[in-house]
């Protein structure tokens, strides 16, 4: 069963995404998209090390190519994030840009081996800003990606101020 | 007139063709072509839209418009002014559409009017 949630910067979109795997009797996966580049986002992913501790996730961590993973069968993962995983993919160093068909391939692999997947991703769609055509383009695979998952998931939630609104599926 | 809003690339127009059944071929990219097509595609781009005389001329058009004003506020002043008229399009659109639907994700809320779409 496939998961999506997504919202703004800081909305809590992790914790509630956390909290649908809460009570999960078989493995946890929390599976780190992030390549750390700086200060700021090592001392994030303190934080979201820290908000994880003893609820009982294994950590893998994995840039792209998520296809080549094995994971234990009937495992739950939680992916964090899309943006990065897209980003990783789309700007692989010294070559073309990443397809997203390349990443939905690397997630269907993993949902055909997991019996949860949570992908947690983020809302960058409506600041109206012109951006660079790369960048743009980087925007349109993610938005790609969003509806692609959207349509394959059992439930989709947008995380506001905490509080996540569904759009698809059982009510949260 | 109904009025679909959504962030980029969320499948607006792909929702709107799937609803409607109509094509590409009949959707408007500007105000010119918008008096004759059942809908409109890109609002954001004419935030000085004369909306009396499309309203006129096509009262039942389907208006698609991108949402804009998420983000932090330009540093030009040209562009404050834009994305500030785009919203203020769509509230006067919104309070006189009979629906008003938001698309994220391809999937589509209902903000305003329950009813069946056509």
């Known amino acids: ?172 | 007139m109904i009025l679909i809003v959504g962030g980029a690339g969320q499948g607006k127009l792909d929702y709107v063709l799937e609803k409607t059944g109509y094509s590409r071929e009949d959707v408007a990219h500007t105000p010119m072509e918008a008096l004759t097509r059942p809908v409109f595609d890109g609002l954001e781009r004419w935030p000085e839209l004369d909306e009396t005389a499309l309203l006129a001329a096509n009262p039942g058009i389907i208006l698609i418009c991108r949402e804009v004003g998420c983000g932090v506020v330009p540093v030009d002043g040209g562009e404050r002014a834009r994305r500030e008229a785009v919203g203020r399009l769509c509230c006067r659109r919104a309070a006189r559409a009979q629906r008003v639907e938001r698309i994220f994700c391809g999937l589509s809320t209902v903000l305003k009017g329950e009813g069946p779409w056509r």
């Open chain 1, 1 to 172: 069963m496939l998961i999506l949630v997504t919202g703004g910067a800081g909305s809590g979109k992790s914790a509630f995404a956390e909290s649908l795997l809460d009570g999960w009797r078989g493995e946890k996966i929390y599976l780190a998209t992030m390549a750390a580049g700086d200060g700021e986002s090592l001392r994030r992913i303190e934080r979201h090390r820290a908000m994880r501790a003893g609820k009982g996730f294994a950590t893998v961590e994995r840039q792209r190519d998520l296809e080549m993973l094995s994971l234990p069968t009937g495992c739950a993962v939680l992916v964090e994030d899309l943006p990065n995983l897209w980003a990783n993919q789309f700007f692989a160093p010294g070559g073309e840009p990443g397809r997203e068909e390349d990443v939905l391939a690397g997630l269907d692999t993993l949902c055909s081996t997991a019996a949860r997947v949570v992908v947690v991703s983020g809302e960058l769609f409506s600041d109206g800003t012109d951006y660079a055509p790369e960048t743009v383009r980087y925007l349109e695979g993610l938005a790609t990606l969003h509806r692609a998952l959207a349509a394959r998931a059992a439930a989709v939630y947008e995380v506001v101020c905490g509080i996540p609104v569904t759009w698809k599926g059982e009510k949260a």
